[in-house]
């Protein structure tokens, strides 16, 4: 972390032949050259003394533009991605405007999921529509329905896989000889699966996101966002539009994604199998209409997510039987299950996504069915959830 950074200096090849797990505690986390401390400090800065005009003692100038804890987390996010390139940013929101806003300008287009992140679809509807961007909507699960969707003017792709809240699942690899052919990018939001579960660079996409409030953060206290690329061009195009635009991470929220994602590997095989069992009895209660989840053989995205991710997530949605109020009831009736936004933390959040994550895409070609119910699957004793649940349900 001393030099001013390039693209370069995130690609530590000799660390490249790592495992997950260890790259997840080790990548970017080198000690403190001052003091040997195993943890990198928070650098709560902003401006460094420098050694007559222009010669930077330790290549950090002004922390905008870089920050050492920051460096930390971005060094990590590259090698858990597989990227030449990690990029932190102060929301998903203000990572995915950084990425749109580098690739596109007015007069462009790009196709987005029937069923993107509402926030994803609010960016595109109403932001930068006002700017000349254009979309379209397509089930990205269908690649014949991407390739119909596409303009002389496309320029990217946008999936979200398994995406929220449906569950559902796009072959990414499929994707991106779309995309390629096509001459667009092809972006990955993986929030959902979190780089233990999918590495999306290595199947061909072009850029991965993340709302690194999820699970990369994993405990509810921080928001914050991230861009991973490989293109080397594209890595120095983002981070002069990260600088220039400004949202970058500070330090202390940089510090608090770095420590979570120290146990992102063990968090999510635990979500994973809780979520697992709850998918399981859910598929038997005779309230539950439908269960979505990908890991379960007769959903329609199973075998792609066998190929392309090491398990099946800690998301799931359900219909339940009785419409809108009766799924209404049941996320009230939650105990253990904490009513809320969010997904990806320790603890097991509920959520009625018509009414609340995705109210904003009501009346649109995202609007989310009525009785569905999402959950975010915590890491507590399955045993506890399931009763929970099932009280819940009645
Ligand atoms: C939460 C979320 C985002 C937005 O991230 P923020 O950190 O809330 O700005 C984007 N995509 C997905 C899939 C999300 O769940």
Same mark, same amino acid.
């Given at each position: 972390?001393?030099?001013?950074?390039?693209?370069?200096?995130?690609?530590?090849?000799?660390?490249?032949?790592?495992?997950?797990?260890?790259?997840?505690?080790?990548?970017?986390?080198?000690?403190?050259?001052?003091?040997?401390?195993?943890?990198?400090?928070?650098?709560?800065?902003?401006?460094?003394?420098?050694?007559?005009?222009?010669?930077?003692?330790?290549?950090?100038?002004?922390?905008?533009?870089?920050?050492?804890?920051?460096?930390?987390?971005?060094?990590?996010?590259?090698?858990?991605?597989?990227?030449?390139?990690?990029?932190?940013?102060?929301?998903?929101?203000?990572?995915?405007?950084?990425?749109?806003?580098?690739?596109?300008?007015?007069?462009?287009?790009?196709?987005?999921?029937?069923?993107?992140?509402?926030?994803?679809?609010?960016?595109?509807?109403?932001?930068?529509?006002?700017?000349?961007?254009?979309?379209?909507?397509?089930?990205?699960?269908?690649?014949?329905?991407?390739?119909?969707?596409?303009?002389?003017?496309?320029?990217?792709?946008?999936?979200?896989?398994?995406?929220?809240?449906?569950?559902?699942?796009?072959?990414?690899?499929?994707?991106?000889?779309?995309?390629?052919?096509?001459?667009?990018?092809?972006?990955?939001?993986?929030?959902?699966?979190?780089?233990?579960?999918?590495?999306?660079?290595?199947?061909?996409?072009?850029?991965?996101?993340?709302?690194?409030?999820?699970?990369?953060?994993?405990?509810?206290?921080?928001?914050?966002?991230?861009?991973?690329?490989?293109?080397?061009?594209?890595?120095?195009?983002?981070?002069?539009?990260?600088?220039?635009?400004?949202?970058?991470?500070?330090?202390?929220?940089?510090?608090?994604?770095?420590?979570?994602?120290?146990?992102?590997?063990?968090?999510?095989?635990?979500?994973?199998?809780?979520?697992?069992?709850?998918?399981?009895?859910?598929?038997?209660?005779?309230?539950? #209409?439908?269960?979505?989840?990908?890991? @379960?053989? +007769? =959903? &329609? *995205?199973?075998?792609?997510? $066998?190929?392309?991710?090491?398990?099946?997530?800690?998301?799931?949605?359900?219909?339940?039987?009785?419409?809108?109020?009766?799924?209404?009831?049941?996320?009230?009736?939650?105990?253990?299950?904490?009513?809320?936004? #969010?997904?990806?933390?320790?603890?097991? @959040?509920? +959520? =009625? &996504? *018509?009414?609340?994550?995705? $109210?904003?895409?009501?009346?649109?070609?995202?609007?989310?069915?009525?009785?569905?119910?999402?959950?975010?699957?915590?890491?507590?004793?399955?045993?506890?959830?399931?009763?929970?649940?099932?009280?819940?349900?009645?």
């Amino acid at each position: 972390m001393s030099q001013q950074h390039t693209s370069e200096q995130y690609f530590d090849e000799s660390a490249a032949h790592r495992r997950f797990e260890t790259l997840a505690i080790h990548a970017g986390n080198t000690a403190d050259p001052l003091t040997g401390a195993v943890v990198p400090p928070i650098y709560q800065v902003s401006t460094y003394k420098q050694d007559g005009v222009g010669g930077l003692r330790g290549g950090y100038e002004y922390s905008r533009s870089a920050n050492p804890t920051r460096t930390a987390l971005e060094e990590n996010l590259a090698a858990l991605e597989g990227g030449r390139r990690g990029l932190a940013f102060a929301s998903g929101l203000a990572a995915e405007d950084c990425l749109l806003r580098t690739l596109l300008a007015p007069g462009d287009h790009v196709v987005i999921p029937d069923d993107a992140y509402g926030g994803t679809f609010r960016l595109f509807a109403k932001v930068l529509s006002r700017w000349g961007v254009d979309f379209s909507v397509a089930h990205t699960s269908d690649p014949a329905a991407v390739q119909a969707a596409l303009t002389p003017r496309t320029k990217a792709i946008w999936v979200e896989t398994p995406s929220n809240p449906l569950l559902n699942i796009t072959d990414i690899a499929g994707l991106a000889g779309i995309a390629r052919s096509a001459g667009a990018r092809l972006v990955v939001d993986n929030t959902f699966a979190s780089p233990y579960l999918q590495q999306p660079l290595a199947l061909g996409a072009d850029v991965v996101v993340h709302s690194t409030t999820k699970y990369m953060g994993g405990h509810s206290d921080v928001v914050g966002g991230a861009l991973v690329v490989d293109d080397a061009e594209l890595a120095d195009e983002l981070a002069y539009h990260q600088n220039a635009m400004g949202a970058v991470a500070g330090p202390f929220d940089a510090w608090l994604v770095l420590r979570g994602i120290k146990t992102l590997a063990v968090r999510m095989d635990r979500h994973c199998e809780n979520a697992t069992r709850i998918a399981e009895m859910l598929t038997t209660h005779p309230r539950v #209409s439908k269960v979505l989840y990908p890991g @379960l053989p +007769e =959903h &329609p *995205g199973h075998e792609v997510a $066998a190929k392309q991710m090491k398990a099946f997530g800690g998301m799931i949605s359900f219909q339940v039987d009785g419409g809108e109020e009766a799924a209404v009831a049941v996320c009230d009736r939650a105990k253990l299950f904490t009513l809320g936004e #969010s997904l990806g933390g320790v603890e097991s @959040l509920i +959520e =009625h &996504p *018509g009414r609340m994550t995705h $109210a904003s895409a009501a009346g649109s070609a995202l609007e989310v069915p009525s009785d569905l119910v999402r959950l975010s699957v915590g890491i507590e004793s399955a045993d506890d959830l399931l009763a929970d649940l099932q009280q819940a349900l009645g």
